[in-house]
């Protein structure tokens, strides 16, 4: 078992481009705040990272993104490890804690077009327009809304997407504002996605950090970049999810907002083609977001989410 060297912090993360972005954030918020100490950052390649050529959604397991870092974290090769929230599993292994939430960017999904769709909006792109996403969440909620339009799986980092976009391997994509705006790119964003169309993926536009329980010191460090807006909105959104058992496979979408001290969470279940979807609402105290999290979830069983998920679950695994 490696050991830390008293003064020094290991931050893990993925080699991506947005995963470094994301995590020199972090070292340098943290760095500011705490300048005597040291901050030094390890990457690692997920599962995730290697295999680019299958669709998400076959690849099954949750932790696709995570769990080679959890692994440094529980062997000690690193403190903590920073993560795009939603690629972060509702349920944490034994040992490990979400340690911060940082201030969310805009949750919210974008429309990205191809120079010959700049004329369009969602709401007008003509029958068969090709839209690039790997999301079933995406996919679901656009194929309800609009069934006219037609759906192809992209993977890859965010410079790759949009290469494919620009060579015409479709018309447009649908990416998280939030990934763009941090890559700066924001440019590219040609509509923000209202809610009412598609709920965005749980922790979406957040980034988690993920420690050991029992490390004090490190949680110590952690506060200054954490975000109880953010972190209660989120915490609702993954209580949500857990309770739905639904993994970044399933078609959940959500969306919170916080006003005086109430929290409002929204979320919904589709079926894979978008034919059926189970949405609704709740307002709870920001001080209890689990508890409206798991209560939300319930009342979506009680309205029909249960054949939903077990047709997914029957379709594209757990
Ligand atoms: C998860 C999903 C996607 C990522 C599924 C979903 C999108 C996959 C795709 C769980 N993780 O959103 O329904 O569109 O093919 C990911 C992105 C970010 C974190 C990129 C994106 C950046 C935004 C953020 C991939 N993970 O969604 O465009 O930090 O929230």
Redesign the pocket.
């Known amino acids: 078992m490696a050991t830390t060297p008293q003064g020094v912090t290991r931050i893990g993360s993925r080699k991506s481009q947005?995963a470094l972005v994301?995590t020199y954030w972090v070292r340098d918020q943290l760095q500011s705040h705490h300048p005597g100490h040291t901050f030094e950052v390890q990457t690692m390649s997920t599962q995730g990272d290697k295999i680019l050529d299958v669709a998400?959604a076959k690849i099954g397991d949750k932790g696709l993104?995570t769990k080679e870092l959890e692994v440094g974290l529980l062997g000690a090769d690193i403190d903590f490890a920073v993560h795009?929230?939603?690629?972060l599993p509702t349920q944490l292994p034994p040992g490990l804690t979400l340690g911060a939430v940082t201030e969310r960017?805009n949750?919210a999904?974008?429309l990205v077009v191809h120079t010959n769709y700049q004329g369009y909006q969602l709401e007008t792109l003509p029958e068969g327009t090709v839209i690039?996403?790997?999301?079933?969440?995406?996919l679901a909620q656009l194929r309800h809304h609009f069934p006219h339009l037609q759906f192809k799986?992209?993977?890859g980092n965010?410079n790759t997407?949009l290469q494919k976009l620009d060579a015409g391997e479709y018309d447009a994509?649908?990416?998280?504002?939030?990934?763009?705006q941090?890559l700066g790119m924001a440019a590219r964003i040609h509509q923000i996605i209202d809610p009412e169309i598609s709920l965005?993926?749980?922790?979406?536009?957040?980034?988690g950090i993920e420690c050991r329980t029992e490390d004090q010191a490190t949680l110590g460090l952690l506060q200054v970049i954490h975000h109880p807006p953010t972190a209660a909105q989120c915490l609702a959104e993954r209580s949500f999810l857990r309770a739905l058992e639904g993994?970044?496979q399933v078609?959940i979408?959500v969306h919170t907002h916080i006003e005086d001290n109430a929290l409002t969470l929204t979320g919904a279940v589709l079926s894979l083609d978008g034919q059926a979807m189970v949405k609704d609402q709740l307002t709870g105290p920001l001080t209890e977001p689990e508890t409206l999290g798991a209560t939300l979830a319930q009342r979506l069983r009680d309205q029909g989410a249960e054949p939903i998920l077990a047709s997914i679950f029957a379709e594209v695994g757990r």
Do not use: M, N, Y
């Open positions: 947005l994301q998400l993104f795009s929230l939603k690629d960017e949750p999904d974008a690039g996403t790997s999301s079933l969440r995406r799986d992209v993977r965010l997407r994509l649908i990416l998280a504002a939030a990934g763009l941090r965005h993926a749980v922790g979406q536009g957040a980034l993994g970044c078609p979408g």
